[in-house]
C-alpha cells in the first residue's frame, strides 16, 4: 500500500525543468549532438536551410537553441505561455 502512495505523489508531481534548469544543462554544448546528449529530444525544430531553432518546454516557459552548420550558436528564453 505504501507503494502505491508513493507512486501517485510522484505521478502528480511536474517533472518539467525550470528554464534555469534547462539553460544549466546544455551550458557548454558546442554541437547538436552536444546538446542533444545534454537535453535530449527538443520539445520543437523548426529549420531553414541551415539554420536550426530547438525548443525545449520549461516548467516557466522555455528555452529556444539556435544551430547554424550543426554548431550552437545562441539561447534565449520566452516567457511562460500560461495568462
Same mark, same amino acid.
Request: proline share 0%; charged share 0%; no cysteine.
Given at each position: 500500500m505504501a507503494a502505491g502512495? &508513493?507512486?501517485? &505523489?510522484l505521478a502528480g508531481c511536474d517533472s518539467t525543468p525550470s528554464k534555469a534548469e534547462i539553460l544549466k544543462k546544455g551550458e557548454g554544448a558546442k554541437t547538436k549532438a552536444d546538446l542533444e546528449k545534454a537535453l535530449g529530444k527538443p520539445t520543437g525544430v523548426d529549420k531553414v536551410g541551415p539554420i536550426e531553432k530547438w525548443t525545449y518546454k520549461a516548467s516557466d516557459g522555455s528555452v529556444t537553441y539556435i544551430i547554424v552548420a550543426d554548431q550552437v550558436t545562441l539561447d534565449m528564453t520566452g516567457g511562460s505561455e500560461k495568462k
Open positions: 502512495v &508513493a507512486i501517485l &505523489a
